[in-house]
């Protein structure tokens, strides 16, 4: 479960998710309405293949039937978040969404039977709702057993007291673990400096002595108050029968009563603001941050979408404003954008990060300079266009994935009306360079702003937010569109992928060719291509890196800004080695890759700016717990020498590679290892595979690498167990990490029975072992796990263990892990867990082969081994033949706690002040 407050941006937040603060969006086919309602339920509205109905509690269900995939989605959305918390009660509204994995009467080991049923679930907290949400493989037993499982937590879960006290904890290092971010830190100051009044000026992760402190009666009160049928949206998404599905529904959430509590109301206003005010945040790290906030008006007013256009112009890389003035001449790394808030007043927020040493005032001047010079030089046309069409892209690629419409839907419900989302969409063309430039002048002003102190004046100049409307008359001309998108049901065995593919070479190139008919004609294309050998490319993994961070930025023919255009109009999203497009736009989108790859220019402004944002990363985790251990063990376990393309570097190392790269040094490797002279590509989606094959024979030919390439074997080190311990002061949240090596490759005889012994002990997440000792039972940890990899050529591989906890509590969190490692080993797994390892890992398996993207990156994995699907299959086999005893004996042939080295990172003194 996790935390939805509002998350501070370390990149440019595109224009949709400005314009829906964080959700993604989805909209589908016609609805296939119910033959025969059940008693009492009545249809409401639809849209776009979303229908709306209402049972006689209240109760309001959302269904979307899509059948070209092959999975299901359900999503609970109550409306209640942290703005509905009273005082002392912060944080509260996320602590429930935890208490509601813990179970009921009837349920009583939920996570358990998500795992049993394979489904990847999770609960989310943002300032307005609250949503529960399950993806699982479209099955009539998972269907109706997830809808019965939502009514019965609805209004019978334990929110125990001893759930209470070990999840407590839990929340609390999560909590830390946000205290670890000066990003997260910042953006939770700038919330409470820029609110007087509202709620939103608490994150929703809540204040530490209340999540501490907070009685279990009041987190009763608050579920028995807001977990009710007419407080919450149900909505299924996927391949299911509309009659059943109702008549399901009507029989799990109907006997639950209508409520006959009043819900309270908020009446709190946010005052105008008077004056600029200012904040610092002075704590341990490698990275400096200004952050400005602007008070903006709730999302059902129409200046909310005009003010996030204004934050994208300014921002978006490379176009923005500000990114042209401030990163492009070196002043600042990054410039971002962001919001705060839907119902009520919102913040727009803008921001820059900057290198350690160099002066934040400036930035700060700089930024402010930028803004202004905004308002006096209104949009232009183009980037009022480019904005647009960006998101329109957006939103066209969004309505293809039902398993994407949980989390976007709820953000819109928690407004007001879930077709508001639509309304939203349909308004984005009607925005002027003149609406933008009228509502910058009037939000971004400096008594407004969050950034500087009180200062009396005779005229201030004030922002008046202007209420919201009212939504029955945002929404009385909303006209629904028609939608005809549609798609065929794809059988994604591993037979079926293996028929349905076209296998064979183009040029130098293995490929593989997969048509289907797909909702919106979308393509998924995956290219690897390899040169050079250990030796020539020996000493060249920093520029290597480098020289393919900048393929997107400069050609003969296009700038970055230039060639970012060019994607958009092809409705490319991905990379140049892996994206996705449309079917019309396919062979001019592998046209505009071949041209990146064999004619890139690297500009030297743009090399400039990569080498900075790479040492301002590498400086900026120089002192985090994660970091440092993953440098550690790196170290550690290197096998390879100095110099060797693979070689585990320091950071001083690294960051000394990373200055010593010069622009020749890019393109003098570009030009001896870049080339088609090896390589797989692969196209899943709705196209022409011949036309498609002679476009791709056509892409590479004559452009072969001068580095001709072998495959570097991969070497394994097996050095002594250690126990090191790293200092990390100041740093709220601790890091365990444990490993061992393992001679292992993937058709190892072993690795099937290893894996699922892996899968039990600490890879199910919260179901495993490992997680229900120390997260379930202990309340030491937020998240943890164990680890399993193997080598599918050679014999290299590694089993490890990893967990965060509260400095305090990391001795006790060592403790524990040691005795459930010794415990699995010493009496082994049972029957009941090896049944239900079986049944997640199958039917995750099986929900990975629906993905297109997936199936494309699959097929060129395959290519390059001379394998094709059917290895998917006799692995499944495998697995689904596995006997208890084989499980164990892996377990136990390969697990050593001798062997295994333990990496801990922790401030020395809150583990000492707490042990005393």
């Known amino acids: 479960m996790s935390s939805r407050s509002a998350a501070f941006p370390f990149s440019l937040t595109p224009v949709l998710r400005a314009l829906v603060l964080g959700g993604a969006i989805l909209f589908t086919t016609p609805a296939v309405l119910a033959d025969a309602l059940p008693k009492g339920v009545s249809q409401i509205t639809s849209v776009e293949g979303l229908t709306e109905y209402r049972l006689p509690n209240g109760l309001r269900v959302l269904l979307m039937p899509d059948a070209t995939k092959p999975t299901v989605t359900v999503n609970m959305t109550y409306l209640v978040g942290s703005r509905h918390e009273n005082y002392g009660e912060t944080g509260m509204a996320h602590l429930l969404e935890h208490l509601l994995f813990k179970g009921t009467p009837s349920n009583p080991k939920i996570d358990d039977e998500f795992n049993k049923r394979g489904m990847r679930s999770n609960g989310t907290t943002s300032l307005d709702r609250t949503n529960y949400f399950e993806l699982f493989k479209a099955d ?12 019965d937590r609805m209004v019978n879960s334990f929110i125990a007291k001893k759930d209470l006290d070990t999840e407590m904890s839990v929340v609390r290092n999560e909590y830390e673990r946000g205290e670890n971010s000066p990003g997260n830190v910042l953006q939770k100051r700038m919330q409470s400096v820029a609110y007087d009044w509202h709620n939103y000026g608490n994150s929703t992760i809540g204040n530490r002595s209340d999540i501490e402190n907070v009685k279990i009666e009041n987190l009763q009160a608050f579920y028995r108050m807001y977990y009710q049928p007419d407080n919450a949206v149900l909505l299924v998404a996927g391949k299911f029968d509309t009659d059943k599905v109702l008549q399901w529904i009507s029989a799990a959430f109907g006997k639950i009563a209508k409520p006959t509590r009043t819900l309270p109301q908020f009446w709190t206003t946010e005052p105008t603001q008077d004056g600029e005010r200012s904040f610092v945040v002075r704590r341990s790290g490698d990275i400096q941050i200004v952050l400005l906030g602007y008070k903006v008006p709730a999302s059902l007013h129409g200046d909310r979408n005009d003010i996030s256009f204004a934050g994208s112009i300014l921002t978006s890389a490379p176009h923005g404003r500000l990114h042209k003035q401030l990163v492009e001449t070196g002043k600042v790394v990054q410039v971002f954008s962001g919001g705060v808030g839907t119902v009520a007043t919102g913040l727009q927020t803008i921001g820059a990060i900057v290198k350690k040493g160099e002066s934040v005032d400036a930035a700060k001047e700089a930024l402010l300079a930028g803004i202004e010079d905004f308002k006096n030089n209104p949009p232009t046309k183009e980037e ?3 904005i647009k069409r960006d998101t329109a892209n957006a939103f066209e690629k969004m309505l293809n994935n039902h398993e994407a419409i949980g989390i976007s839907m709820s953000e819109f419900i928690a407004i007001g009306d879930w077709r508001y989302l639509f309304k939203v969409r349909d308004s984005v063309d009607a925005i002027t360079s003149e609406r933008v430039a009228a509502a910058a002048k009037r939000y971004l002003v400096r008594d407004n702003r969050t950034i500087g102190m009180f200062i009396p004046e005779d005229k201030p100049q004030r922002a008046e937010i202007p209420v919201a409307p009212d939504m029955a008359e945002v929404m009385k001309d909303f006209k629904p569109k028609p939608s005809t998108l ?17 296998v064979g070479k183009a040029g130098n190139l293995q490929i593989a060719l997969l048509p289907k008919k797909t909702r919106g004609e979308t393509v998924n294309v995956a290219l690897n291509l390899h040169w050079g050998d250990e030796t020539s490319l020996r000493g060249k993994a920093i520029v290597s890196g480098i020289t393919a961070g900048l393929l997107g930025t400069g050609t003969s023919k296009y700038s970055r800004a230039q060639l970012s255009d060019e994607m958009s109009k092809l409705k490319m999203s991905g990379g140049i080695f892996s994206f996705q497009t449309t079917k019309a736009n396919l062979p001019a989108a592998l046209a505009l890759v071949a041209h990146v790859l064999r004619e890139a220019s690297f500009p030297e402004i743009e090399f400039t700016q990569a080498k900075e944002r790479g040492l301002v990363g590498l400086e900026a985790s120089r002192k985090e717990p994660g970091s440092i251990l993953s440098r550690e063990m790196s170290q550690y376990f290197n096998p390879y020498p100095k110099g060797d393309y693979r070689e585990a570097k320091t950071l001083d190392e690294a960051i000394a590679d990373f200055k010593a790269v010069k622009l020749d040094d890019v393109k003098a490797y570009y030009k001896e290892f870049y080339g088609a002279s090896k390589g797989e590509l692969s196209v899943v989606g709705d196209f022409d595979a011949d036309s498609t094959k002679a476009v791709i024979a056509q892409m590479f030919d004559g452009w072969l690498s001068k580095a001709p390439y072998t495959r570097m074997v991969s070497k394994r080190l097996d050095p002594p167990a250690i126990r090191k311990v790293f200092n990390t002061p100041d740093k709220e949240n601790a890091v365990y990490s444990s490993k061992m090596t393992l001679a292992l490759r993937e058709d190892d005889a072993d ?5 699922i012994a892996n899968y039990i002990f600490g890879g199910a997440g919260l179901n495993s072992r490992l997680m229900e000792r120390i997260r379930q039972k202990d309340g030491l940890s937020y998240g943890g796990g164990s680890g399993l990899s193997a080598g599918d050529i050679d014999p290299v591989g590694s089993f490890g263990i990893s967990a965060t906890a509260a400095p305090q509590n990391m001795e006790k969190l060592e403790k524990a892990i040691q005795e459930e490692l010794s415990k699995a ?5 049972t029957a009941e867990e090896l049944a239900k390892a079986k049944s997640g890992i199958l039917q995750k398996r099986q929900q990975s082969r629906t993905s297109d993207s997936g199936i494309a990156g699959g097929w060129n994995h395959y290519l390059y081994r001379q394998r094709d699907w059917s290895y998917s299959q006799a692995m499944d086999d495998k697995i689904q033949a596995l006997t208890l ?4 004996a892996a377990f136990r042939r390969y697990i050593d706690p001798s062997k295994i080295s333990v990496f801990i990172a922790l401030d020395e003194a809150k583990a000492k002040a707490a042990a005393k």
Not at 140 to 151: G, I, P, R, S, V
Not at 486 to 502: C, H, L, W
């Open 384 to 386: 009022i266009d480019r």
């Open 885 to 888: 005893e084989q499980v164990n």
């Open 486 to 502: 549609s798609g065929e049901a794809f059988d994604s065995s591993p037979a079926n992928i293996n028929q349905r593919t076209q």
């Open 751 to 755: 690795y099937p029975a290893l894996s």
């Open 140 to 151: 009539d037993d998972n269907l109706k057993w997830a809808l019965t499982m939502e009514a």
């Open 825 to 829: 080993l010493k009496d082994g797994f």
